[in-house]
């Protein structure tokens, strides 16, 4: 049992260093070399599980841990947004594997989280970012992708009623959508049950008040920001 | 017909053309008279030097002047009309005591011992030339010695001395203490330029007047003048 | 008259012969696997038609994967003309590209959201009260009509603009997505008698715009032999992708024969592979398949090799117009198309920085100099872009004209011939024998003949840089020169038979 105490150390320790590493699988080299070949973050979530480690001691100690330290390198910049994209993509595919063992433990993830870029727009990069770092962060990322028609996204609240509802516009023509989306919500009495995050290059605080949104975020991590804060 | 003639060294002087090969500065002009012919030809039409001078030359070179200011004209054309104005005067000298004109005097101008810089000298010259004085060029690299004698079997109203290097400054006080040591200081004005040299330096050294550039060379020799008249 | 732009007689290059042979294969290669995915149903019946092969791909938007095999695309590029004329409401503005002559127009662009303002308040030394200072203060704000017209009405003035692109996005109250464009495209050519370029906000306009060009043109005929307008169409989304709405805007624009820039903007790192050899075969199998589809859908249809390769900027993810390396990929494709014999569209002179400056100023000149050494024929983007290009700074523009300037004269050819040298020998000769040994004389004649190149002209005096001042006060200058507006008769032709046009734009009835 001694033993068992110093291997499930070990292992939280190690996924922590390949989450610092943005290594998801074996295959991936990482920041560096250090750690080419051994398992990643996938294999040794699996690991971990398989040794009986309870999925919130993986999560605090091993994963948020890990992704602490690299938001820490990327505000001192030796991190760039591919490191920390690659970091938070390694922890989504530890949420994937665990998503059964959590639901089972009954432990409450951070949230449902949809996001899509709106009607008429196809600009999806910082869409992407985002979804992926909330991902990373825990949250349950629904992405229902570009040039969503209103009506998919409000059904998509209806049906799978997410916390958080993000939206992306990137053309002064399509920000208009925007509060569209959000008319319909409330026509369709779904307005209260989300949180409407949106951001764009497109769209301001302003004009985030005019529409009725809950939050304007200039970019990914203050949407991590602003969720944190709800 | 004199009249004539007047205006037409005038637009010589501006244009800046010496003989009527000259191209000048609009088109069409080879092949019309230059200054020299038009002032070789001016005495037998019945103008006077004085007015050969004064409203001819001088004129032209007002004029040159102003367009220089409005930005109209660059050193090169100024040191064109310059040019063409010393030419003129050369043809005119040896009337000059035939008809009991006083010229504006003579400068003796020259570089320092141990400095080669003398394109700044060489502008200084060419416009005291087209001011109307004679000028007497050294050269370059003058031994105090030689610029001594020079003032002596000269006896110039002014002498200018140019130097462009820390090093070589200092030749410009050993001049004047030579040309004390000689007795002959009193009877020269002094003026000095170049890159290193200042207002300061000048009088740090007993040097009467500071050009930092070819105008102001001219305007310190015409105060010194009309200060040596009162 | 045409204008005349600058030729650049030996063009700098980055790739030999093989490398770019090896591009093309290696863009033939990805056209057919994976090939293409479009969002666009005619474009997937055009190109089977012709032999592409096609897959419906199952989702929640409709769209085909394509395979355009090479014979196609070969087939497009004999069609394609080698001249590209774009025409102006003043001919004189003219331009004519030629695929295989590097002869550089530089052109202003692109739409971006904010305006920035320019202002001079004074500051007060502290440690010497009696000493002011006047601080150049730029305010952000959204762009206006107002704006687009006095962006244009500028741009009428630099000498070096060769051609218009509208800079700034319309935003205001009253202008929607339905008469968007009416307006941008009235705004620039009644305050500009340069070819005008822009996209298209929406393709029910198009047929609005297009009869505005005849207008003011005079007649459908006139607007074939003179077009004043083109469109630029990013109907590409790297990786490899026909959007759905662009599309259907360049199949339009192809079908009425007017020039058309066939636009690909991939971004190393995200949308395309970071390394050199990556994003340029990407893009050169983007911009053909672009260039494929419209020779299809009209054969000869006048078209620009459009690339706008940038690299990623690694703190943001966004477009990095600042960094060195997207200067490389420009310049690699014009290189390609003029291995191709296409006119090229490329950009410079976007700075990462929100502000004019010294950062601006670096990045900008950085890749105007190098990108215009390799000869693209349309360089856009060039003129006032800040801010990874969501800024447009007049002031900027302005002092991008004096660089161009710089540029333009840096690029020309030297004189170096035999009665050229027999002229200087006999320079040398004689002044070497005249006491002064100057040879300022000689200088003369060349003195205004455009020959010597002038001294930067908004230079300040003293140990207080004025550059931003000086260049405010040209700025002033250029606004109150007056511009050829489009005359009385056709503006209330254009009003009438053109629906959304904002009144306040009809300089004639102004006041009333
Ligand atoms: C890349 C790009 C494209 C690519 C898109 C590729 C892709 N896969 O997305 C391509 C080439 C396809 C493209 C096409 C077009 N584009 Co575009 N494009 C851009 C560009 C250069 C960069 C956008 C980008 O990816 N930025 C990088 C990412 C990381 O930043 P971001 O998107 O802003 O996202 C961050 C934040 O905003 C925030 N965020 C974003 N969304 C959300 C959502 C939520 C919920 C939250 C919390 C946060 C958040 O977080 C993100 C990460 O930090 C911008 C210029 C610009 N300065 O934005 C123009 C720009 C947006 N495009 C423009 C235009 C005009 C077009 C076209 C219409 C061009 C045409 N004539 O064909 C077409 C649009 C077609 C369409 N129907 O949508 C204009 C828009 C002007 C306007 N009218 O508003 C811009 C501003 C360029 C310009 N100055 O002209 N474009
Ligand atoms: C051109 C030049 C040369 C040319 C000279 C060609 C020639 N025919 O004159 C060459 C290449 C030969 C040269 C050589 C050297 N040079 Co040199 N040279 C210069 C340079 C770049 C420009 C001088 C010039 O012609 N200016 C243009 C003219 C129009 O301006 P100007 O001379 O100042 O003249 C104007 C006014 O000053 C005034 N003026 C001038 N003289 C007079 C006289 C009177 C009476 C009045 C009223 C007004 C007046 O009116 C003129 C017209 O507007 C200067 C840099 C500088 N900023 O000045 C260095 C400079 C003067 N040289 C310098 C040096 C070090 C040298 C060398 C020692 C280099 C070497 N290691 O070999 C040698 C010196 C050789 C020697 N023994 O003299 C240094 C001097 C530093 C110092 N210690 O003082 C300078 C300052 C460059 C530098 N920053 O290092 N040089």
């Known amino acids: ?230 | 017909m004199p009249e004539d003639i007047i205006s037409l060294i005038q637009e010589s002087v501006i244009q800046g053309r010496i003989t009527k090969d000259d191209e000048g500065m609009d088109e069409g002009m080879i092949g019309q008279p230059g200054v020299t012919e038009l002032v070789e030809r001016a005495p037998a039409s019945g103008l006077s030097i004085q007015n050969i001078i004064t409203k001819g030359l001088s004129g032209g070179m007002n004029i040159v002047g102003q367009k220089f200011e409005a930005g109209e004209y660059f050193i090169p054309d100024m040191l064109a009309s310059a040019e063409a104005v010393s030419a003129a005067m050369k043809i005119l000298q040896p009337r000059f005591a035939a008809s009991n004109i006083k010229t504006k005097g003579t400068i003796i101008v020259a570089t320092v011992k141990d400095d080669l810089h003398d394109i700044g000298k060489n502008i200084v010259s060419i416009l005291l030339r087209g001011a109307g004085y004679t000028v007497k060029d050294l050269g370059n690299n003058i031994d105090t010695q030689v610029i001594v004698d020079a003032v002596r079997e000269e006896k110039p109203q002014f002498l200018g001395l140019s130097a462009l290097l820390t090093s070589t400054m200092a030749r410009m006080a050993d001049v004047i203490q030579m040309l004390e040591e000689n007795g002959l200081r009193d009877q020269v004005k002094i003026i000095v330029g170049g890159a290193p040299v200042s207002e300061e330096f000048a009088k740090s050294i007993g040097a009467d007047g500071y050009g930092a550039d070819g105008f102001q060379a001219i305007a310190v020799v015409e105060d010194l003048a009309s200060g040596t008249e009162s | 008259m045409p204008r005349e732009g600058i030729l650049v007689d030996r063009p700098y290059e980055r790739l030999t012969r093989e490398q770019v042979e090896l591009i093309h294969q290696v863009s033939m290669q990805i056209l057919t696997d994976p090939g293409l995915i479009s969002f666009n149903r005619e474009a997937v019946d055009i190109l089977h038609s012709h032999g592409a092969a096609v897959e419906s791909i199952a989702g929640d938007h409709q769209s085909w994967q394509v395979k355009i095999p090479e014979q196609l695309v070969l087939k497009a590029l004999d069609t394609a003309p080698r001249i590209v004329k774009l025409g102006a409401r003043n001919p004189d503005n003219t331009l004519i590209m030629h695929g295989d002559e590097p002869r550089v127009y530089f052109i202003t662009g692109s739409e971006t959201n904010i305006w920035l303002d320019v202002d001079f308040p004074i500051y007060v030394s502290k440690a010497d009260p009696t000493r002011e200072i006047r601080v150049p203060e730029f305010k952000p704000r959204r762009g206006t009509v107002d704006d687009l017209c006095q962006s244009a009405h500028v741009c009428e003035h630099l000498e070096m603009a060769d051609g218009y692109i509208r800079t700034v996005n319309i935003q205001d109250r009253d202008i929607t997505e339905d008469n968007k464009d009416v307006n941008k495209f009235f705004a620039s050519l009644n305050n500009n008698t340069k070819h005008f370029m822009s996209g298209l906000t929406s393709l029910k306009q198009l047929d609005n715009v297009v009869r505005m060009a005849e207008l003011v043109a005079g007649g459908k005929k006139a607007l074939e032999d003179n077009p004043i307008i083109s469109f630029i169409t990013c109907l590409v989304k790297s990786p490899l992708q026909f959007v759905d709405d662009t599309t259907a805007t360049f199949i339009e624009v192809c079908r009425r024969g007017l020039p058309v820039a066939v636009s690909s903007s991939p971004q190393a790192g995200t949308t395309a592979p970071i390394k050199e050899a990556g994003i340029i075969a990407q893009i050169n199998a983007e911009v053909l398949a672009g260039i494929t589809l419209g020779q299809l859908v009209k054969p000869g249809t006048p078209v620009l090799y459009g690339s706008v390769p940038v690299r990623a900027r690694m703190d943001t993810l966004g477009d990095s117009y600042g960094s060195v390396e997207t200067s490389q990929y420009n310049i690699d494709c014009v290189q390609m198309a003029r291995f191709y014999g296409i006119p090229n569209y490329s950009t410079s002179g976007v700075c990462d920085t929100k502000i004019p400056g010294q950062q601006s100023s670096i990045e900008r000149l950085f890749s105007d100099i190098v990108v215009a050494m390799s000869g693209p024929q349309y360089l856009h983007c060039a003129f006032g872009l800040l801010d990874c290009n969501s800024v447009f700074c007049l002031l900027q523009a302005v002092l991008d004209d004096a660089h161009f300037k710089m540029i333009k004269f840096f690029l020309r050819q030297p004189r170096i011939d035999q009665p050229e040298m027999e002229a200087v020998l006999k320079q040398i000769r004689a002044v070497v024998t005249t006491p002064q040994k100057l040879y300022i004389g000689y200088i003369r004649p060349l003195l205004r003949s455009g020959e010597i190149s002038g001294i930067y002209p908004f230079e300040g005096s003293g140990e207080t840089d004025d550059v931003f001042e000086l260049a405010y006060e040209r700025m002033k200058e250029l606004l109150a020169r007056p511009v050829e507006h489009i005359d009385r008769e056709t503006t209330s032709r254009i009003f009438e038979e053109i629906p959304g046009i904002l009144p306040r734009l009809n300089i004639y009835e102004r006041g009333s």
Not at chain 1, 46 to 72: C, F, R, W, Y
Not at chain 1, 119 to 129: E, S
Not at chain 1, 177 to 203: D, H, P, Q, T, Y
């Open chain 1, 1 to 230: 049992m001694k033993g068992g105490v110093s291997v499930s150390k070990d292992i939280i320790a190690t996924i922590k260093e390949n989450v610092i590493q943005g290594r998801k699988t074996q295959e991936d080299v990482g920041i560096d070399d250090s750690l080419a070949g051994t398992a990643g973050v996938v294999e040794l979530t699996q690991q971990a599980l398989g040794k009986n480690i309870s999925p919130q001691v993986i999560i605090t100690d091993g994963l948020t841990a890990g992704m602490q330290v690299v938001g820490e390198r990327f505000s001192t910049k030796e991190y760039f947004i591919p490191d920390m994209l690659a970091s938070a993509e390694a922890v989504g595919a530890a949420m994937d594997i665990m998503k059964p063992a959590l639901e089972s433990a009954n432990v409450e993830t951070k949230g449902k989280f949809a996001i899509a870029t709106v009607k008429g727009d196809i600009h999806d990069i910082g869409k992407n970012i985002v979804a992926i770092l909330l991902k990373g962060s825990g949250y349950e990322v629904h992405d229902l992708g570009i040039d969503v028609p209103t009506e998919k996204v409000v059904e998509f609240v209806r049906e799978e009623k997410p916390g958080y509802l993000g939206l992306s516009a990137l053309l002064t023509t399509t920000m208009t959508e925007m509060g569209v989306v959000i008319k319909a919500l409330e026509e369709n009495k779904l307005r209260s049950s989300v949180k409407v995050l949106i951001g764009g290059a497109a769209v301001s605080e302003e004009f985030a008040q005019e529409i009725g949104a809950d939050a304007y975020c200039v970019d990914a991590f203050d949407a991590v920001r602003v969720l944190e804060g709800y």
